[in-house]
């Protein structure tokens, strides 16, 4: 595809369940990062994926928080035993040179979570 | 650590032009995005500055103040789908990850 894409776009879910984010990045870009868009809040960051390095997860809100980077391109956040709190519109981004000072970021859609 | 400060609303009229500022304090300076983000959708790219001076590209500019920790976007001929969220962020030395402000909400009226 053209974009980031995320899925699903959508989801609600009970406090206490488990829930996993996808991210498609876009072909080519090395570079990955998640976000977190609460009502009203800037962009949180939560973590960084560059090539095969290990991650930058100093944004983690709490161990309940997870993320893997397969093969260098999708890549899955996973939030164990949901609470109200984290509920929000969770972004990813990717680009393709993060080393370059010019670098941008292009952002998927989200994905809208709920916890009931 | 970085702070970043955007006004959180501003109105303006269509057809006008408008300035949204935004000011930063860091340990260390390699850049300033500004980005356009409509409501329910993703954030989109709108400009880079890492000198200080004005960028301009068609109806929108951008400037920075690297002394001042200061830059402002400025929207000119406002349009009614120029009604979105505008995010500032930070990107410090050593640091591949930009830090974005609150956004500032703009509303364009008739």
């Known amino acids: 595809g053209a974009g980031v894409s995320q899925s699903p776009s959508n989801k609600v879910t009970e406090k206490g369940k488990d829930v996993e984010l996808r991210c498609d990045p876009i072909?080519?870009?090395?570079?990955l990062y998640w976000y977190r868009q609460s009502l009203g809040q800037g962009l949180e960051f939560l973590i960084y994926?560059?090539?095969?390095?290990?991650?930058?997860k100093s944004g983690l809100p709490s161990d309940r928080f997870s993320a893997e980077r397969t093969g260098g391109s999708v890549s899955t956040l996973t939030i164990q035993r949901t609470q109200q709190e984290d509920s929000a519109v969770y972004l990813c981004?990717?680009?393709?040179?993060?080393?370059?000072?010019?670098?941008?970021?292009?952002f998927g859609p989200g994905t809208r979570l709920t916890v009931l | 650590g970085q702070n970043i400060d955007q006004p959180t609303e501003m109105t303006a009229t269509e057809g006008a032009i408008v300035q949204i500022n935004c000011t930063y304090q860091t340990s260390g300076f390699n850049g300033l995005f500004w980005y356009q983000q409509h409501a329910g959708e993703a954030p989109t790219f709108l400009s880079y500055n890492v000198l200080d001076g004005l960028e301009e590209k068609g109806r929108f500019s951008s400037f920075l103040s690297r002394s001042k920790g200061y830059s402002y976007l400025l929207l000119k001929e406002l349009q009614m789908k120029d009604s979105a969220s505008y995010l500032c962020a930070v990107r410090t030395g050593g640091s591949y990850i930009p830090t974005f402000g609150r956004g500032t909400s703009l509303i364009v009226h008739p």
């Open positions: 981004a990717s680009s393709r040179s993060p080393d370059s000072s010019t670098d941008t970021q292009y």
């Open positions: 994926f560059q090539g095969n390095s290990a991650p930058d």
């Open positions: 072909s080519g870009h090395t570079a």
